[in-house]
């Protein structure tokens, strides 16, 4: 079985069945899921910046309303066996200011951070965390 820890980005293009934003590899590892074979674990941090994300009107899921959207990303996870929960734990949440100088968004830091302390590699498009080599990145 395949396990990996999703960027909010993933997270999101998965509930706005946004599949075409995926690399082939992504989709791939999708489609694995529903067959049990892939697991994916959302950081606990993520839902904080969906709901940061969505209260701003930076993005909209489905035309819902913010907090129905907010609502829909955690339905999602309590409904599915191939999304799970990964809470912040200390070591995380102690690890990620040290990746200031290559990620300057704490979203990023404590995601990569939680990435890290779960020993999983990190499904993400986004670039800065693609290029600060911190950890093992899927796309």
Known sequence: MKLFVLDTNIYLF??????KSLSP???KYFNMSDTGECVFYIPSVCFWEINRKLSSKG???KGLSPEDGIRLAHKTIDNS???RDLPLTRKAASLAPSFRTKL????D?????SAL??????????QAIQKSGLVQVVW
């Open 109 to 113: 830091q404590l995601i990569v951070a």
């Open 59 to 61: 993005i909209r899921i």
């Open 117 to 126: 302390d779960a020993n999983l590699a990190l499904i993400t498009r986004d």
């Open 14 to 19: 998965y509930l706005m069945n946004d599949i």
């Open 25 to 27: 590899l992504i989709r």
């Open 81 to 83: 066996q191939c999304l």
């Open 104 to 107: 300057p968004d704490p979203f």
